[in-house]
């Protein structure tokens, strides 16, 4: 397993520094960058100008630039960025990166799921009402125009019925007079998910262990997750901030909702089909012998194995919602890392739109990893020598 | 002695684009505890699907025109799914035909007998089921620590030794073993059937054992049932059987695969094959291939009728040589009134 981590590590970085490279040519390569502008600005004088090139690097040969651009990048200094001057990148980035990041992963999560229930159930019923029913809308949805879908959904949630926000990250007339950023709310508010989110696993993990656990068990496991939970509220409630995680969490539902729901019917169908081959299988026959509850042969038959290439598309759905979140984050006013980007590109500030280009990338790299590594847990058959053992 | 299973008339017919597929036709037997029976027949013939009736787990498309299956004085299909659910693997074990696969890639094995265990007898722990398993790997000759690895991990005589002794698991009244080791190779295949034989005789289990190969069934089985195209064409004690086949079919299958006997005699293929059961031939379905058939034969179904005690048979036209002059080609009656030019070729 160790070997197995680290080949994929290895793969991932070599990956990585391609693809800064790309990155790097292609956005120079691009016409009309703002250091000419600069450069060519009559009003900063000549010495002054000089001394800015010789800042900037730009005095070097392009190779030579390529380098310490190379060198930089890795130390974490991306430059600062011309449309919001004096701010280092990096800074900027990481302002930005949580936000895109979780509302990402909390939609594909919530597609994922939704799909692959969806696509259980539909495959398990195949041929039924309920079968048609959910293809042809998960259909409606999937090849629907999103920035359409976006707009038809603030106008039902928020502009008609007034249940949600219309857009924004924040409701700016709440936070006037906060005690705290944003910024700080929602970092607690990663912190809290994560921690709520690591220990229910364990929970989980540990009670709920066997093939069949106690009604005891099960009891105390739930008995545990709700506590955590109300622990982690509890402090949040303490330092005052739950009002806040609650104005960020609101804000959060609409872009969720509609990427969910624009997003969901590619796993369920790609669910629903390597399920419908998988309930062929004779072992799925045999657990029906073997007299087990249908949801059992269902569940930990059918599913369980149909699963697997399903995992692979929760990745790909994350990279195709994050190449589609410069949209979303545009139509719901989203401070991300695709609005960065999209600002950035219009007004060529090419080192801010190198970084953020740069960490999307990195971003779904990471995907990749994890899943490779999530489909080796999922799948005993997997050799960790990266070949399948079948 | 104690009926365990018994089928009535059991009709059975698949529904495809092509239209019905005439599976089982009024197919009829009781086997009593601790019996073993054999069936036997060409591929094709609906072995599978009298397996899979008696389990009550027939595809979607498949429909019971008529008759009963009474399985320890419960008629199988006037039972609830949950009832159902609960009699399969504790009293109704299978092994099955694609042996190999039915073992589920992402558990190990261990625990998929486990997950029997604890379904179907909820006051057993699952420490107590483990040291069962433990036990079963013992009997069906697995060493024990490999109850932790996945099917993947083991060798195909394994997975088949597994795949026993997840049946026994819940020390069912009957065991079906569909075709249980045509996967593997002959020496091994003779081995673990014997090795089921001695542990199904111990624990005094039924037990139908389904093959095309006779001489597999031969080995193993107390009565012996002969299926052609969805029917029984004869069924009876298997010496009583193979020594005086009655039935023409019976006969020629017997011909077709090395002697149960030891005797020494050349194998003589039966020409054609299996009718297709959309549209089965009239009268008796084996007439086209039938070296015997007569007028009668394509025209009237041969009536199914208890010859000696325990000795049944659908046949017009029986054959009436001892076994050992069977072999002798002399000894045929001559085909029935020739001229039709049907199964006359032989092929011998
Ligand atoms: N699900 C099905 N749908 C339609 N026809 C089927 C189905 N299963 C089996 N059959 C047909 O039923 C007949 C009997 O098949 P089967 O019971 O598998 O025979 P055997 O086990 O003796 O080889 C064959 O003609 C086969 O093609
Ligand atoms: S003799 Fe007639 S009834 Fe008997 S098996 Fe041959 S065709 Fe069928
Ligand atoms: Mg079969």
Known sequence: MRRYVFGRLGQVILTLLIYVTLVYFLLQAMPGDITMMYLSNPKIPQAAREELKKQLGLDQSLFMQYVSYMKNFFRGELGVSFSQYPKPVWDILMEKLPRTFVLFLTANVFSFYVGFVMGKVIAWRRGKVIDYAATVVGITFWTAFYPLLALVVIWIFAYNLKWLPLNQFIDPRLWSAAPFTANQVFGNMVYGAAIIGIGIFFIFYYLLRGLKPSRRSRAQAWALACALIAAVLFVAARKGMLIYIWDITRHMILPVFTLTLINFAGTMLLMRDSMLETVQEDYVMAARAKGLPDKVVRDRYAARTALLPTVTSLVLSLASSMSGGMVTETMFSWPGLGQTLFAAALSNDYPLATGALAFTGIFLLIAHFIADILYAVLDPRITYTGQSGV | ?348
């Open chain 2, 1 to 348: 002695m104690d009926t365990l299973l018994r089928l009535e008339d059991l009709t059975m017919h698949y529904k495809t684009k092509a239209g019905w597929v005439q599976a089982i036709d009024n197919v009829s037997f009781s086997l009593h505890r601790g019996q073993s029976l054999g069936l036997v027949g060409e591929s094709g013939c609906g072995k599978t699907s009298v397996a899979m009736s008696i389990m009550r787990l027939l595809p979607y498309n498949a429909k019971l025109v008529k008759g009963r299956v009474l399985f320890g004085g419960h008629d199988l299909y006037t039972l609830s799914d949950e009832e159902v659910r609960q009699l399969r693997w504790k009293e109704v074990a299978m092994i099955f035909q694609a042996a190999m696969n039915s073992l589920n890639p992402v558990y190990s094995v261990g625990n998929q007998i486990v997950e029997a265990i604890v379904t179907h007898e909820p006051e057993t722990g699952e420490d107590e089921a483990r040291e069962r398993v433990k036990s079963l790997f013992e009997l069906v000759g697995i060493p024990k620590e490999r109850m932790d690895h996945y099917p993947h991990e083991y060798s195909g005589g394994m997975k088949q030794r597994a795949v026993i002794a997840m049946a026994l698991a819940c020390n069912p009244s009957l065991i079906i073993a569909d075709e249980p080791t045509t996967a593997l190779d002959v020496i091994v295949q003779d081995k673990i059937l014997r090795e089921i034989e001695e542990i199904r005789r111990t624990i005094n289990m039924s037990m139908i054992y389904i093959s095309h190969d006779v001489s597999v069934i031969a080995e193993v089985s107390d009565i012996v049932g002969v299926m052609y195209a969805g029917r029984l064409l004869e069924l009876g004690p298997a010496d009583d059987v193979f020594k005086r086949p009655k039935n023409p079919y019976t006969y020629s299958l017997m011909n077709a695969y090395p002697s149960i006997l030891g005797e020494k005699h050349d194998l003589v293929t039966i020409p054609g094959e299996p009718p297709n059961l959309l549209d089965p031939p009239t009268g008796c379905r084996f007439h086209p291939r039938c070296d015997w058939a007569t007028k009668e034969c394509r025209e009237v179904e041969p009536a199914w009728r208890e010859i000696t005690k325990g000795h049944y048979l659908a046949c017009h036209n029986p054959v009436r040589t001892e076994h050992g002059t069977a072999h002798n080609k002399t000894a045929r009656r001559a085909p029935g009134k020739g001229g039709d030019g049907i199964g006359t070729s032989g092929g011998n």
